[in-house]
């Protein structure tokens, strides 16, 4: 069963599954969708559709306008039924509407009124898709105001301006922004129930914005709803491979839509020599992409696969400005280096992370050991982030052979030992042996630990990369190489200096970062380069097993030990697909019927 409570069924009858859109002619027929006005949704078909096949329907619930009527119109060219949900239909986007709405169109657009907070609306809108179409594959839920002076945190409830009641308990700004999308995607998810798969997945499409990894005085509560959009769509990641439901989000910059050329006292906080307009059009083909392909290129529309790549699966969020970029859980940087706010409204203080101050002061300690001729290497979370995964970096962690002779080094040179707080790895507190220091600037703390302690083999011809500073400094870093890097990881999770559960999780997670966002780790020569003790781990991981779980961890501990003794030989996969303990410890979890679940009342 689904965990209890977390999809909470309605009590209308289910969205029927029966019907099937009427197939379009050309041989990639995509998905159509009803767009909203001022809210906005869309359902697409992620792939290409045979003539023979069933068409996709793409439910687009939007203003019909700026990045949505774009992104209907490029599936609409692509062969996609569209069906437009909105309060209203703009004059640009009824164009369109009449462009494919006769009875012999082939793809069809259609038009449905909606006002997104209306609930009842919202589930109108799935019936009125499946009636013009049948089955809808991609749902984008893409409504969105920008803090209008008549639902602004600086405009409270009762003043003026404000058309938020004074004791009315809500928001209109975040019943758009946020409620509306929490609620489109849960009917979305019981329409989709026993529909998605891997080779044909459901798609829903978010809109958020680079605001959702910012912060602007100007507009709270919008900042707010995209930080909580990305919130949900990272969430839901792991509908992709268990129920081939792929919910992703563009999170773009600022874009030259009505939503602020309409709004003259908006335009006011534009910088137009610093601020790069982005076209609706640039981001609907980032939409499709998210959609067709499993990978995007940083450049809009290419796909020679030349240049740097962004895996594309359930969670992803993908910023879009004049290029792409990954916009992930956890980032080294901030993902851009101006808000969508303009000049005017950046904060002056960002957000406090210490990779913001550069690599000299991010790694002065390192440079400080270099300089001493003492043997270290960057660990955990910086040596993650320079192999491409993105993750948030705090406290700088670094392995060296003494802690005592490192650290008397780091407070010759005006460090301080950080006796105030408990001995830490992430959330954990430890007691394996570590001294943490804090910077003279107090900018950024290092934390020495014991290479042996971590299974890394510092002493004796180590397997460093060596990185300079920066392209004008002759010093240079000390980062693992990448097999070096996973066996330690692995090691240390398996046989490491520790039972600690969270620590155990934090190093399954490390490794499954690897193996998730690294090229080279999804392929199975990359063995070659690992110790051979853990490579039937390597081929494991590659074949499907779910390897941040206990009886994982007992299972390749028990080969780690047999290959040792030389009582095992490798295998394409050391356990048979029906062992549901190591390959689907998810079996029997599934969406729930939203007419007879028991749990409703």
């Not at 912060?215 to 990641?237: C, D, E, F, Q």
């Not at 190489?481 to 600690?500: C, M, Q």
């Amino acid at each position: 069963m689904w965990p209890e409570g977390l999809l909470p069924s309605p009590r209308v009858p289910a969205i029927s599954t029966t019907a099937y859109p009427v197939p379009c002619e050309k041989d990639h027929s995509l998905p159509s969708i009803q767009k909203p006005p001022t809210n906005h949704h869309v359902v697409l078909c992620p792939r290409k559709v045979g003539h023979r096949d069933r068409s996709g329907i793409c439910l687009t619930k939007v203003f019909a306008v700026g990045i949505n009527l774009a992104f209907a119109k490029l599936l609409l060219e692509n062969g996609c039924n569209v069906l437009i949900a909105d309060l209203a239909l703009r004059p640009e986007a009824q164009v369109v509407v009449d462009k494919y709405s006769t009875a012999s169109s082939r793809p069809r657009a259609v038009f449905q009124k909606t006002d997104v907070i209306d609930w009842k609306q919202l589930e109108q809108m799935f019936e009125v898709a499946e009636r013009e179409f049948g089955e809808v594959d991609i749902v984008c839920p893409g409504a969105g105001i920008y803090e209008p002076h008549w639902s602004n945190f600086w405009r409270p409830p009762g003043t003026p301006e404000s058309r938020d009641a004074q004791y009315g308990g809500r928001y209109a700004l975040l019943d758009i922004n946020l409620t509306h999308p929490i609620r489109t995607t849960q009917l979305a998810l019981s329409h989709f129930r026993n529909r998605g798969t891997p080779q044909r997945r459901k798609h829903i499409i978010h809109i958020s914005s680079i605001a959702g990894q910012n912060a602007a005085l100007a507009a709270p509560i919008y900042v707010a709803t995209k930080h909580a959009i990305n919130g949900l769509v990272r969430s839901m990641a792991k509908l992709d491979d268990k129920f081939g439901i792929r919910v992703t989000a563009v999170a773009p910059g600022v874009i030259k839509t009505p939503l602020w050329t309409d709004h003259p006292e908006k335009m006011k906080i534009v910088d137009d020599k610093a601020d790069e307009w982005v076209t609706p059009e640039e981001v609907a083909e980032v939409m499709l992409a998210l959609i067709q392909q499993d990978s995007v290129g940083e450049i809009i529309g290419d796909k020679s696969g030349k240049g740097p790549q962004f895996r594309v699966s359930g969670g992803t969020v993908l910023e879009v400005s004049k290029t792409i970029a990954s916009a992930p859980t956890y980032s080294v940087q901030h993902p851009s280096v101006r808000s969508i706010y303009g000049s005017s409204y950046t904060m002056s203080e960002p957000l406090w992370n210490p990779a913001e101050y550069g690599p000299e002061i991010r790694y002065s300690s390192c440079l400080v050991l270099e300089n001493i001729g003492i043997p270290y290497v960057i660990w955990f979370e910086d040596a993650l982030a320079h192999y491409g995964v993105p993750t948030i970096v705090f406290d700088l962690y670094v392995l060296v052979l003494d802690i005592d002779t490192a650290a008397d080094a780091l407070i010759k040179a005006g460090w301080v030992v950080d006796t105030q707080n408990p001995h830490r790895i992430g959330d954990s507190v430890v007691t394996i042996p570590q001294t943490p220091l804090i910077s003279p600037d107090q900018k950024t703390k290092t934390v020495l630990l014991l290479a042996s302690d971590w299974r890394f083999p510092l002493a004796a011809d180590p397997p460093l990369e060596r990185v300079p500073v920066n392209d004008h400094s002759p010093s240079k870093l000390s980062f693992p190489l990448l097999p070096g890097l996973l066996d330690a990881l692995i090691e240390s999770w398996l046989v490491g200096p520790t039972e600690d559960d969270a620590l155990l999780l934090r190093l399954a997670i490390y490794f499954n970062y690897l193996y998730g966002y690294v090229p080279a780790l999804k392929e199975r020569s990359f063995a070659d380069q690992m110790k051979y003790e853990h490579r039937q781990f390597h081929f494991d991981v590659l074949a499907g097993m779910a390897s941040s779980t206990l009886p994982f961890r007992n299972h390749q501990r028990g080969i780690r030990d047999a290959l040792l003794q030389g009582r095992y030989e490798l295998q394409e996969c050391s356990a048979p697909r029906d062992n549901e303990a190591l390959f689907d410890p998810w079996k029997g979890i599934r969406l729930p019927d939203p007419v007879n679940d028991e749990s409703v009342e």
